[in-house]
């Protein structure tokens, strides 16, 4: 037996002499395919692409905007596409939930003098509560009624809002004595993202996201195995507000002012529509697809599509596109795009077996 | 008492238009088994060719509505027919998202075709019914007086429909169970279309009747269609009449409370603007009722419990 294990040993270690450079490929491939570092180099991608768009001529500014509104929203979205693609939920209460993040930064920092963290703190503080109240209630509506009772929670936050502050102006917030400029706040924001993105991977991927699958595919049968529905009801909401309120304290702090009343204000229904449209089209599974989704709401209009100059004549136009995008996403390729993508793949990888078999000839083992 | 007559009178457009908007989502939500968030921009397009044929065309109103009504029946015709029928077997929220796509559309073709309208009539009729009551003077609009009876007779005419005719027949049973209704023979395109086309013309309907008191916009029907999404879910969508019956009592019940504010309050206390606060708090008050209604009563106040199996 020793002796068995051993010439085992030494052909391992025959073979890792001899193909020495095959590991290292096979490693460096494997950092590549670790989704950590994948959120890392995607956040320095996007913070090279910011600095590049604010600091020379080879990007036009618009891309600043448009990549930083991409970057807000897509926490919200991240948290949204994990509350619908995983607990099979789906709110329209984004924006009021957004505007939480909103008036927790003013109330703390304008009235009370305190730092922009702790009003980071306080949002998901209110955040969780507001979570807690949505995650019981779905315990009793599901569906599409959770959907409209959602947007009636999202207009009794928007009122509340416009009675209290109709309009809040924040200015530019100092943090450690430092004004942030506009320009900065991608330093903050980005990072926030990445890491929004590292936690929610990490938690699809714990038994946390596999009992919300569960759930989604079955109530009855997650039950079964003993899967508390309340928890994880509970959970997804609240890390679905939590994200929300988080993305209202990054859009605050980047535009430094917001409108209750404004029907284009981001609690108002619009932005919740826009964030379910933007899971839809990117796919309600995926962190990638809903970052992408987000892209085709927010950004591609200021980044692509104003910069094509017969579009930029007819800016009206630029919404009708993005109106028929949705619709044609919606009803061809309902798992959105990362649907699309994966069967483009698919066809890539079958047409490079083909490529193959006519090479080497069929695989008959 | 004058005071709290008044209020009420004043309510009186508002639950015309939100009673004619919940009447067009309920109809779409049980044919179609979705939430039609385009109906608010389809019901502004009607107010937009109204105003159209009203203020620059010099046409009498009585043709203008009309006019509006057929145009956005036609367009919610379309949207089913051309969108929704080739869609079929999207799932409900993937049907929200279409709509919602279709706000995209419409908002931005709206302004092309109707770049610099703002407004449509001041009034059906014009002038005001006033008698006297505890010695407060109670005026009574007489275009509120000829919403009132339209909105009544249109919304008669289709639950004595509903209930009696086939076609209503029909819509019950499509609403029911879609598929088991066109095994037995019901033509269920032909029904969702017609009751696409009921609705697109209800919002316009609506719409004009708003128009008379508010600036028009291509947003201007969002916040009764976000009531009527509320009604339908308070009142139950298992029935017709119960969110129509829920989508009135909605403004009467805020303004009731802006009365209680400004009329008992601010007398009791003596203090104006801590009524005139508690009127400001009123839409978050009732939201809120309808909020604990909806936790007590999953199925709606009219609503039917259903079994569910596993």
Request: proline fraction near 2%; charge should be positive.
């Amino acid at each position: 037996m020793d002796k068995r294990l051993k010439q085992q040993y030494s052909f391992d270690s025959l073979n890792v002499q001899s193909k020495t450079s095959k590991p290292i490929a096979k490693n460096v491939r494997g950092i590549f395919k670790n989704s950590t570092f994948q959120y890392l180099l995607f956040g320095a991608i996007l913070i090279v692409l910011l600095l590049v768009s604010v600091k020379t001529p080879y990007l036009p500014y618009s891309w600043y905007g448009g990549l930083i509104s991409t970057a807000c929203f897509s926490i919200a979205s991240i948290g949204f596409c994990l509350l619908m693609g995983y607990s099979g939920m789906a709110s329209l209460g984004t924006g009021g939930f957004i505007g939480i993040g909103c008036y927790s930064v003013y109330y703390v920092m304008t009235l009370s003098g305190l730092s922009f963290f702790l009003a980071i703190l306080v949002a998901i503080l209110i955040a969780i509560i507001i979570g807690v109240i949505v995650g019981f209630i779905s315990l009793r509506i599901e569906s599409i009624y959770l959907v409209i009772l959602t947007l009636g929670l999202s207009e009794i936050l928007r009122n509340v809002y416009r009675v209290l502050s109709d309009s809040i102006n924040i200015g530019r917030v100092e943090i450690f004595g430092m004004k942030i400029l506009t320009a900065d706040t991608m330093y903050i924001i980005v990072p926030i993202l990445v890491i929004i993105m590292i936690v929610t991977k990490n938690l699809i991927s714990s038994p946390t996201g596999r009992a919300m699958l569960a759930m989604k595919n079955s109530t009855a049968a997650a039950q079964a195995m003993g899967i508390s529905v309340l928890k994880y009801r509970l959970m997804a909401f609240i890390i679905c507000t939590v994200y929300a309120s988080i993305s209202g304290t990054m859009l605050i702090l980047r535009n430094g002012s917001a409108t209750a009343s404004s029907g284009t204000s981001f609690y108002a229904l619009i932005t919740s529509l826009n964030i379910l449209a933007a899971v839809i089209i990117g796919g309600y599974k995926s962190i990638w697809g809903a970052i992408f989704g987000t892209f085709v709401m927010y950004g591609m209009n200021t980044t692509i599509l104003q910069n094509i100059s017969f579009l930029s004549e007819h800016p009206e136009l630029v919404t009708i596109i993005s109106g028929v995008l949705v619709i044609v996403v919606v009803m061809f390729y309902p798992g959105g795009l990362a649907q699309l993508l994966q069967g483009f793949k698919g066809k890539i990888s079958k047409l490079l077996l083909k490529i193959r078999e006519a090479k080497y000839g069929k695989d008959l083992g | 008492m004058g005071y709290f007559l008044d209020t009420v009178l004043d309510s009186t457009t508002a639950m015309c238009v939100t009673a004619l908007v919940t009447m067009a989502i309920t109809l779409i939500f049980k044919t179609s088994f979705t939430t039609n968030f385009a109906q608010g921009v389809i019901s502004a397009f009607g107010a937009f060719v109204a105003s159209t044929f009203f203020n620059k065309m010099g046409w009498p109103i009585w043709c203008a509505v009309p006019i509006s009504i057929i145009v956005s029946a036609a367009i919610a015709v379309l949207v089913d027919v051309g969108i929704f029928r080739r869609g079929r077997y999207v799932n409900a929220v993937g049907k929200q998202i279409i709509t919602m796509g279709l706000i995209s559309v419409i908002v931005s073709i709206t302004p092309l075709i109707f770049p610099d309208l703002k407004y449509f009539a001041t009034n059906f009729l014009s002038g005001n019914i006033s008698f006297v009551i505890d010695g407060y003077n109670v005026t009574l609009a007489k275009n509120a007086l000829v919403s009132v009876i339209i909105t009544t007779i249109v919304l008669a005419t289709i639950f004595i429909t509903l209930r009696y005719s086939k076609w209503g027949l029909s819509v019950r049973a499509t609403a029911s169970n879609e598929y088991v209704a066109g095994m037995m023979g019901i033509n269920t395109h032909i029904v969702t279309a017609i009751s696409w086309g009921i609705a697109g013309g209800l919002g316009a309907l609506a719409a004009s009747i708003n128009a008379t008191s508010a600036e028009i916009g291509v947003y201007f029907m969002t916040e009764y269609q976000v009531t009527a999404f509320l009604a339908g879910i308070v009142g139950g969508f298992a029935t017709f009449h119960g969110p129509v019956i829920v989508a009135m009592l909605i403004p009467f019940c805020t303004n009731m409370i802006i009365w209680f504010g400004n009329g008992v309050i601010s007398k009791l206390t003596g203090d104006a603007t801590l009524g005139a606060s508690i009127g400001n708090w009123a839409t978050t008050i009732i939201y809120i009722i309808a909020l604990i209604i909806i936790f007590f009563k999953p199925n709606g106040i009219f609503g039917k419990k259903i079994e569910k199996k596993v």
